[in-house]
């Protein structure tokens, strides 16, 4: 890899991201009684898995140039569908929660881009009736589910640091990698999220990747929720607005931008990565829930200054004008006295 792609912003940030947060865990010892056991890296994938899926897919649309905001309410959803589905048959209950999923977002993809209207206000609105709807079919209460085998599998420890919804997780983020490394796909989302009107000009068929877009934003949030239901042997009508903040906050510490046209799905697997880890440390250290807050926030600065475009130019200006000039060549003049160089 050359190391003009390791100081662009979709390399650089998640780099930094995660490799603060490490350092932060590696120096746990040094801070609290205990030292770092495997129960602590295999809860930080649990973290990880936990939003992961809702993280992949707002960064998916945010390469877009879009904003899903109902990604929680289709999280949600997602879960309730798994669980009242499910509860004879896991497979049924994340089928239906996958197709309610892909169903919500073919629908906003429609809308989105036949209309050509902001994402926001639609995705929004889309939230807000997803959690009415959630709440509804549960009447307002957490639904349990029976099925104890599936409760106790998607959680068992796999090679020590792992279950298989972290392994379910990490292989989406693998999935996601490859198509957009190795597709026309990738290589469309990054140019439509950086001009549209130009990738419209090029011949790509913008309103059809957008459509997909959201039914794999969908999808994903859907999955998510199904797995996490089926981890906590219930269901919560209402997850609240902390999985967005906190997906956002991996999507910006992965190195998308939220103008569009920038990021990689490893990239925000480092920056998830960064968040559980965060999160981790904070839990190990029993600092107060605050603190959280404060170091996200922290991070999040740090990542805006490393970011900052103005920053940026004005760095490169300012080493332009230190370099020394370039040597010329002495004048000589021939028998004539013509100049030369």
Known sequence: MRLSSLTRPESLVPLVALGTTVVAFALLPAYTDSGIASFDVYNTFQIFARLGLVALALGLTMI???????????????????VQAGQDSW??????????????????GLVIAGL?????????ATYIALLGLTSSLSDGLSKTYSNAS??????????????????????????????????????????????RRASRVAGVRVDRLVVG????????????????????????????????????????????????GRGTPIGLLGGMLAVALLAEVVTVAALPAYVTQLFYAALLVVIVVIDAPDLRNGLVRARTRLRPPAPTAPSTRNDTGALHA
């Open 91 to 108: 497979a049924t209950g994340v089928l239906v929660a996958v197709g309610a999923g892909a169903a919500i977002g073919l629908v906003q």
């Open 213 to 260: 877009t959201f039914v794999a934003s969908g999808v994903l949030s859907a999955l998510g929720g199904a797995l996490l239901s089926f981890s906590l042997g219930s269901a919560n009508p209402d997850p609240g607005v902390q999985p967005l903040i906190l997906a956002a906050a991996a999507a910006l510490l992965g190195g998308v931008s939220l103008a569009g």
């Open 150 to 195: 599936v409760t106790l599998w998607v959680d068992q420890t796999v090679l020590t640091f792992f279950s298989p919804r972290s392994l379910i997780t990490l292989g989406l983020f693998g999935v996601a990698a490859l198509v957009l490394g190795v597709s026309r796909w990738g290589r469309e989302l990054r140019a439509i999220g950086g001009d």
């Open 64 to 82: 877009a140039g879009e904003f899903d905001l109902s990604v929680v309410g289709t999280y949600a959803l997602g879960g309730m569908l798994a």
């Open 116 to 124: 050509k209207i902001p994402s926001m206000p639609v995705t929004l």
